[in-house]
Nanobody, 119 residues
Framework: QVQLVESGGGLVQAGGSLRLSCTAS????????MGWYRQAPGKQRELVAS???????NYAGSVKGRFTISRDNAKNTVYLQMNSLKPEDTGVYYC?????????????WGQGTQVTVSS
């Protein structure tokens, strides 16, 4: 079992910043991709940003230039620095990780953290 625990959400005014963190724990052999998804009320969950073990990143077009994803492999932790936040960034942000637990593949999600951006 691999668990993901997120932190760092909250309420912020438009133009402000927040930093999300997510740490994986449990029986982890290796972690390949880690990423952040978000779900706004009444909408489907969407990819915000992802990062591979080698550091390659991918961003949703709506957050490019404003958000930065990074990871600390030694700590099994992924971060999402969110700057110039907009009201449309509001939603529940979920951490995701995929890798190996022993010889078995794991695909885990965090419980989600609320981000609210007021106008």
């Amino acid at each position: 079992q691999v668990q993901l625990v997120e932190s760092g959400g909250g309420l912020v005014q438009a133009g402000g910043s927040l930093r999300l963190s997510c740490t994986a724990s449990g029986s982890i052999f290796s972690i390949d991709a880690m990423g952040w998804y978000r779900q706004a009320p009444g909408k489907q969950r969407e990819l915000v940003a992802s990062i591979t073990g080698g550091g390659s990143t991918n961003y949703a077009g709506s957050v490019k230039g404003r958000f930065t994803i990074s990871r600390d492999n030694a700590k099994n932790t992924v971060y999402l620095q969110m700057n110039s936040l907009k009201p449309e960034d509001t939603g529940v942000y979920y951490c995701h990780a995929r890798g190996y637990s022993g010889y078995r593949v794991f695909d885990s999600w965090g419980q989600g953290t609320q981000v609210t951006v007021s106008s």
